[in-house]
C-alpha cells in the first residue's frame, strides 16, 4: 500500500507530492498507534496446574489471537513459590505469584476465580474486552483460600453455581470469552455482534441451519429458504429464546 513513497529525497518532489507524502505518512502513524494499541493484551494465570492451559492457548481462536500478537498469555506455576502441601491456598506464596505478576504488566486487573464472585455474564467480558487491560487470573481450588489474598484483587469472579476442584477450567472460560471479543480475533468486525446474549445476557439467537434443505424427513424452515431478508429477519426474531 505505502510502496514508493521516498525513492527520492523530500526536496525532488514538488509541494502537490510532499502533501500527498505527508498524508500517506500520517496515515501509516495512525495504524501503527492503533496496532501498539491492541497489540498483546497480557493474560497471566496463576495455578497450580499451568500445563492445563497448553491445549487451551494453543488452539482455536486463543492460538490466533496469539499468533496475530494481539494476546500473550502465561501460566505462573504457584509452586515456585512455595506453596506448601496444604489443601488450602496459603497467603505468602499467592502474593508472590501475583506482585510477580504485577511486575510484568502493573496495570493488569487481579480477577480471582471463587464461588463468592459474580456470576459471569457476556456483559462483563464485553466490558473487559473493550478496556483491553492486561488479567491476571488466580485459580482458586476447591479447599479454598487465605481471605486475606482478596485484597490484593480486583474482582471476585464466578462462572456458575456448581463445584470444580480447581479455578483453571474458570479461568479458561474467562479468557476465552473474553479474548474473542478483542479487535482482530473473530476477524469479521460485526462477527460477534449478532450473538447469544449480546443485548441482555439473556437472550440466545435463533437456530441455525445448513444445506440439504431436507435430511432423513427434516426439512429447513420455508422462510430461511425463500430469500426475504425481512421475513428471515422476524423470524430469526421470533424465535429467539428469551
Same mark, same amino acid.
Given at each position: 500500500?505505502?510502496?514508493?513513497?521516498?525513492?527520492?529525497?523530500?526536496?525532488?518532489?514538488?509541494?502537490?507530492? %510532499? $502533501?500527498?507524502?505527508?498524508?500517506?505518512?500520517?496515515?501509516? *502513524? =495512525?495504524?501503527?498507534?492503533?496496532? @501498539?494499541?491492541? +497489540?498483546?493484551?497480557?493474560?497471566?494465570?496463576?495455578?497450580?496446574?499451568?500445563?492445563?492451559?497448553?491445549?487451551?492457548?494453543?488452539?482455536?481462536?486463543?492460538?490466533?489471537?496469539?499468533?496475530?500478537?494481539?494476546?500473550?498469555?502465561?501460566?505462573?506455576?504457584?509452586?515456585?513459590?512455595?506453596?506448601?502441601?496444604?489443601?488450602?491456598?496459603?497467603?505468602?506464596?499467592?502474593?508472590?505469584?501475583?506482585?510477580?505478576?504485577?511486575?510484568?504488566?502493573?496495570?493488569?486487573?487481579?480477577?480471582?476465580?471463587?464461588?463468592?464472585?459474580?456470576?459471569?455474564?457476556?456483559? %462483563? $467480558?464485553?466490558?473487559?474486552?473493550?478496556?483491553?487491560?492486561? *488479567? =491476571?487470573?488466580?485459580?482458586?481450588? @476447591?479447599?479454598? +483460600?487465605?481471605?486475606?489474598?482478596?485484597?490484593?484483587?480486583?474482582?471476585?469472579?464466578?462462572?456458575?453455581?456448581?463445584?470444580?476442584?480447581?479455578?483453571?477450567?474458570?479461568?479458561?472460560?474467562?479468557?476465552?470469552?473474553?479474548?474473542?471479543?478483542?479487535?482482530?480475533?473473530?476477524?469479521?468486525?460485526?462477527?460477534?455482534?449478532?450473538?447469544?446474549?449480546?443485548?441482555?445476557?439473556?437472550?440466545?439467537?435463533?437456530?441455525?441451519?445448513?444445506?440439504?434443505?431436507?435430511?432423513?424427513?427434516?426439512?429447513?424452515?420455508?422462510?430461511?429458504?425463500?430469500?426475504?431478508?425481512?421475513?428471515?429477519?422476524?423470524?430469526?426474531?421470533?424465535?429467539?429464546?428469551?
Amino acid at each position: 500500500m505505502y510502496e514508493g513513497v521516498l525513492l527520492f529525497p523530500l526536496s525532488e518532489y514538488n509541494i502537490y507530492e %510532499k $502533501a500527498q507524502i505527508s498524508y500517506i505518512l500520517y496515515q501509516i *502513524l =495512525i495504524e501503527v498507534s492503533i496496532w @501498539y494499541i491492541i +497489540y498483546e493484551v497480557k493474560i497471566q494465570i496463576i495455578t497450580l496446574f499451568p500445563e492445563m492451559f497448553d491445549g487451551v492457548f494453543g488452539s482455536s481462536m486463543l492460538w490466533k489471537a496469539s499468533k496475530d500478537n494481539i494476546v500473550e498469555y502465561s501460566a505462573i506455576n504457584l509452586r515456585d513459590f512455595g506453596i506448601g502441601p496444604r489443601m488450602l491456598l496459603m497467603i505468602e506464596p499467592l502474593s508472590k505469584a501475583v506482585l510477580f505478576a504485577k511486575q510484568q504488566d502493573d496495570s493488569a486487573k487481579v480477577l480471582l476465580m471463587t464461588p463468592r464472585g459474580h456470576i459471569w455474564k457476556q456483559s %462483563k $467480558a464485553k466490558s473487559y474486552a473493550d478496556r483491553g487491560e492486561g *488479567l =491476571i487470573i488466580i485459580c482458586g481450588r @476447591y479447599e479454598g +483460600y487465605d481471605e486475606r489474598i482478596v485484597g490484593l484483587v480486583d474482582e471476585q469472579i464466578c462462572v456458575g453455581n456448581y463445584v470444580l476442584t480447581g479455578g483453571e477450567i474458570p479461568a479458561m472460560i474467562v479468557t476465552d470469552s473474553i479474548v474473542r471479543l478483542l479487535p482482530g480475533v473473530l476477524g469479521g468486525k460485526t462477527s460477534a455482534e449478532i450473538e447469544s446474549f449480546v443485548e441482555d445476557d439473556q437472550t440466545v439467537e435463533a437456530p441455525q441451519y445448513s444445506r440439504p434443505a431436507e435430511y432423513n424427513g427434516q426439512i429447513v424452515p420455508e422462510v430461511l429458504l425463500s430469500g426475504n431478508h425481512a421475513e428471515i429477519a422476524k423470524w430469526r426474531q421470533l424465535n429467539a429464546q428469551r
